[in-house]
């Protein structure tokens, strides 16, 4: 007799699981039971199903990356006993979660989508229990005997994504997420149509959990007219190990004196700056104009096309590491998980 997969249900708050409080009106995180009680679909699965919640369940505007150390913790924990994990999150950061799990879990070969919903289960019209129910399935499809995904992805409104590739780009439309960089990995239509070719292989090796983080990073937003004051106290926060730069297009910014020698002594004072486009669809080419070439010659990273929320949960988890600068400033533009195309 075929084995029934299983599946582990990771719940860690967001709209999905939310009520409304009747007094103020605001969304609540609720708990996983209120939340189970209103799928009954979920008792007519083939898959055998069990689920941990955590103890608060948090809008994941609360997320932080001991949160994210939790996770991969509960993962590595239970990573034999189950086929698949489902992460209910909450849409807001979920990109974020996805791109640091990604690198969190080393030689993954066992699917991890997160998903959630922009309506609470409770509600007549959710899209919760599609986004539920699809996403229990693919973590627990197989083929062969095999898992068909063995990366971390974000499951919403019928498509599934490499999570590192995505971002959330809308607050209302139940299709709030995009990856326009990376196609989607699968569509639910009658059937889950899987895009093989764009699927991550598995390595084969044993899975390695990665929970030295480390965020002493500053981000640096350009836009015209940018302060001098301002962009320096910035750069010269205590204790930042990296920075993000924000630029125009494929990765210009301003060749004025001022900016360039704030750059410069930041550089020199063993600062990592990382150069990730404004635009959400493209790519960082530093050289292609004269707005850029400053930025390579002064030993600025280039981010390709990575995503603002890749690069800096990449950061986080390189400078966690025990590697020196010249060793995070080659792995930052390796493709270490699918998250940049170089
Ligand atoms: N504020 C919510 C959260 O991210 C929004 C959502 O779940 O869609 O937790």
Partial sequence: MKKKSSVLLIYTGGTIGMMQDLRSGELKPFDFKALAQQIPELNKFDIALSSIAFKKPIDSSNMQPQVWVELAETIEKNYNKYDGFVILHGSDTMSYTASALSFMLENLSKPVVLTGSQLPIGTIRTDGKENLITAIEIAAAK???????????????????????????????????????????????????????????????????????????????????????????????????????????????????????????????????????????????????????????????????????????????????????????????NNLRGEINI
Avoid at 253 to 258: E, K, L, P, V
């Fill in 143 to 333: 083929e062969k005997g095999k898992p068909i995904i063995t990366e971390v992805c974000i499951y919403f409104e019928y498509k599934l994504y490499r999570g590192n590739r995505t971002f959330k780009y809308n607050s209302q439309h139940f299709d709030a997420f995009k990856s326009p960089n990376y196609p989607a990995l699968a569509e639910a239509g009658v059937h889950i149509d899987y895009n093989r070719n764009a699927l991550l292989k598995p390595k084969g090796k044993k899975l390695k959990i990665h929970i030295s983080l480390n965020n002493d990073i500053a981000v640096l937003k350009l836009f015209p007219g940018i302060n001098q004051q301002i962009t320096s106290a910035i750069i010269n926060a205590p204790n930042v190990r990296a920075i993000i730069i924000e630029t125009f297009g494929a990765g210009n910014a301003s060749t004025q004196d001022w900016f360039i020698a704030e750059l410069k002594r930041a550089i020199n004072k063993g600062i990592i700056i990382l150069n990730i486009t404004q635009c959400l669809e493209g790519k960082v080419i530093q050289g292609m104009y004269e707005t850029s070439s400053h930025l390579k010659k002064l030993g600025v990273i280039g981010g390709a096309d990575m995503t603002f929320e890749s690069a800096i949960t990449k950061l986080m988890f390189l400078l966690g590491q025990k590697l020196n600068n010249t060793q995070i400033k080659k792995l930052l533009g």
